[in-house]
């Protein structure tokens, strides 16, 4: 009899293993550490910036348009979304007609149509909606500033009109995202019980919200583009703010996937297998500068003498190769870089002879101030970074001291500008940037109309020639005929030294290297439905 | 007693005012806009403006604050800005979880530092002694998140035998008394527990000399009672004393270590305190700040009662 037991044990005991782990093998996981403090917000408008619309917002949703993220060596564009198409009218240029995707459905099995679209600008929009959420609305504003308003004309064409003629909405309706009304309706018209078990259109479904800890997205088999499919099962974020914690939990294999590893982890990382994946993106550390009355920034020779002071090669070395070294606001080779004749090389010689000419030198110094910050997101290592500017500016007969503040201090007081009083006696802001769209990039960072808070322009720069450029770039309807716009005024306000430019961010994320598939695209945003785990 | 404790309870309230002032002029001391985190870039001023009165931030200062309070004694801290959920809602989840790892750290540093105390102790002078004090001083000096981060790099990333990070496989939500989430634990309270050890290591070995040189302690021994049973006096005696460290340090544990808790991504309310000073989360930092001074007090309050039973001449009417 005993024998026969012990077969007995040992084959369901076999059995048992060979079951879980089918199991196991079964269910694609992929584990990514975010640099968030918590879940972006799941309703529909991502808060947490870009990390919200990488990974709540790009995943869950989609927009009107959609980003093409299915290329690691050309900038990413935009491409048709929920709208298969669209066109502005002839005549005043303000009349926007999108025609709607057909047979596209919630992740609650409703359908996408013409209402949803107007059901979901009354929620970012309409303040006396029933839907009106203050918290999306306020996401949204960044994007929908343009719009005037909105309508269906059919189930599945609908009307929206800008208020100036606006070449650029497409780009913004690329950030704005559709939910599900009759979810809303469904969970007791509580945007709180949504955020639980929001549906979108995205090619995930989100399963599981522990605030502030995690969240399971699950992938959508019945996604409407079937070449977006994830190819993972699930997909697992988790916020985690300390770099070192994200890559310890990447060392012990507790995930598969960091966002922004520290440049002096990556040797580390490396020596263990796991891949390091970069790649240019629309991000550029720059001194925005100051053109009031008191700032030297003022004369076009200091301006370009700064520019010339600074060492990038060694400041990519400073960052482990982690940056490449600026040419301007955008990355060389982008549609928007164009032909600029001022070479932002290291010319120290050239740089003096300019202060000089200025009126400037090493014993007699033009003096700056600049606010910069100890962290924040896209700010790279700006304390090393500040000071390594410092040397550079100091060897040329620059002298700049800081005012040093938290990342959050530092937005408000460029959002309040040079001119705001707490800002006196600043002739800069170290404040990271990025042109992932020609509005934020280039057209309310040049134009003299545009000053912050709703634009760009924090240091009253002014020049007539961008303000042209720009207003054009605005009614250019034409892609094609817009980048051409663009790429002027870009080499038009690098040949006026308008910022003081210095590196653009690699972008570094280090995974595990079980991790398959993965393309970054030279973008914000990130496609995750490629990944799949080996 | 009753009317003791009366009055204690009593005595919470100016102090639960005095915190809350405190910190509330602390936090608005603080450069940067309380809700320029979640104001997006291009924001009109008239989104702005929309957002400050929602929050009541364009209210004066001290018109703010009594709002705060006043809404405060009803149980509404308010939401938090980041996720417009309710302040009690993100805190509740968060003290508990912090709770769970002070107790075990206080287990910890209490079982080593009252062993290694009561050693040293008796044995004061002697290389044991020396030993434990050396161990006892380095307690109490190393920074716990080095500590920490060291702990993840031995166990975690080279032996590769417990987790780095987090509360259980699928976080706080299925934490458990088993071994899966157990195992989250480990590290996190050994950092921890190190300075209460240490805290309490020196003076448990303190009390206990003091003690030892009593005349009582020689009586007990002249009349030929057992070193056992002489050691039971001696620990009893040692007790208040000691009671009221541990805890201090159980209260301090509380209110969650924000390195360790950081270090760890464990979702206490040092992990909150830090998230909501970074992302300047007014409602969260007040509602926490003023829910563990209220934990604190209350702390205190139960280490004087609880000492006063142990040793009835501390007389608490």
Known sequence: ?534 | MLLYLLRRILYTLPIAIGVSMVCFALIHLAPGDPLSAVIPEGASPEVIAELKAAYGFDQPLPIQYFNWIWRAVQGDFGMSIMTRRPVLSEVGPAVVNTMILAVAAVTLGFGFGVGLGIAAGYTAGSVIDRIVTAISVSGVSVPHYWLGMVLIVIFAVNLGVLPAMGMGAQGSATFALDWVSLRHLILPAIAMSVIPAGIIARSVRGTVIEVLKQDYVQTLHAKGLPGRRVFVHVVKNAAPTVLAIMGLQLAQLLGGSILVETVFSWPGTGFLLNTAIFTRDLPILQGTILVLSMFFVAINLMVDLLQSVLDPRIKRA
Request: no cysteine.
């Open chain 1, 1 to 534: 009899m005993r024998p026969r037991w012990k077969t007995v044990t040992a084959a369901a005991v076999l059995a048992l293993l060979a079951h879980s782990s089918g199991a196991t093998a079964q269910e694609k996981v992929l584990r990514v550490a975010m640099t968030a403090a918590d879940v972006p917000l799941t309703t529909g408008q991502p808060s947490q910036g870009g990390e919200g619309l990488r990974f709540m917002g790009v995943t869950v949703y989609d927009g009107l348009v959609n980003w093409d993220l299915s290329s690691y060596e050309k900038a990413a564009v935009l491409k048709p979304g929920l709208a298969e198409s669209w066109s502005v009218s002839d005549s005043d240029k303000t009349v926007w007609t999108f025609k709607l995707r057909r047979g596209v459905k919630f992740h609650d099995g409703s359908d996408f149509n013409a209402d949803s679209v107007v059901w979901n600008f009354d929620k970012l929009m309409k303040r006396d909606s029933p839907q009106f959420d203050q918290a999306q609305s306020i996401q949204g504003s960044q994007y929908y500033g343009t719009i005037a308003s909105w309508r269906k004309i059919d189930d599945f064409t609908v009307e929206i009109k800008t208020k100036k003629p606006d070449s650029v909405l497409p780009y913004n309706l690329a950030n704005l995202y559709f939910s599900s009304s009759a979810n809303w309706e469904k969970l007791g018209k509580d945007w709180n019980k949504v955020a639980f078990s929001p549906a979108g259109t995205g090619p995930w479904m989100l399963k599981t919200l522990v605030p502030r800890e995690r969240a399971e997205l699950v992938k959508n088999p019945n996604y409407w583009d079937p070449k977006r499919i994830p190819k993972s099962d699930r997909l697992v974020l988790l916020p985690m703010p300390d770099a070192n914690t994200r890559v310890a939990a990447l060392l012990s294999g507790q995930i598969d996937w960091v966002e922004a590893p520290p440049p002096d982890a990556i040797p580390r990382l490396k020596s263990q297998g796991m891949q390091i994946v970069t790649n240019q993106y629309p991000h550029i550390w720059p001194y925005q500068i100051s053109y009031l009355e008191d700032s030297p920034f003022r004369d076009i020779r200091v301006r370009k003498a700064a520019n010339l002071a600074i060492d990038r090669e060694g400041m990519v070395k400073l960052l482990g190769g982690l940056a490449t070294p600026a040419k301007g606001m955008i990355t060389k080779g982008h549609p928007w870089f164009g032909k600029p004749t001022f070479d932002l090389r290291y010319d120290p010689k050239e740089a003096m002879r300019l202060l000089a000419e200025a009126g400037y030198s090493p014993s007699k110094p033009a003096k700056i101030k600049v606010i910069i910050s100890p962290a924040g997101s896209g700010q790279m290592q700006p304390l090393p970074m500040n000071e390594f500017v410092k040397e550079n500016f100091r060897d040329v007969g620059i002298d700049m001291e800081f005012e040093v503040m938290d990342w959050e201090a530092l937005r408000g007081r460029r959002r309040a500008g040079a001119w705001a009083p707490e800002n006196k006696g600043m002739h800069g802001v170290n404040n990271s940037w990025a042109f992932w769209d020609p509005d934020i990039g280039l057209l309310k960072t040049a134009a003299s109309f545009e000053p912050v808070p709703t634009g760009f322009n924090w240091g009253r720069y002014s020049d007539p020639k961008a303000d042209d450029l720009v207003t054009r770039a605005k009614l250019a309807f034409d892609p094609e005929e817009q980048n051409k716009l663009l790429a002027e005024l870009h080499t038009h306000i690098v040949d006026q030294a308008m910022w003081i430019w210095m590196v653009h961010d690699l972008n570094p994320r280090a995974m595990s290297p079980k991790v398959k598939g993965f393309v970054q695209a030279q973008s914000w945003v990130q496609d995750l439905t490629p990944v799949e785990m080996q």
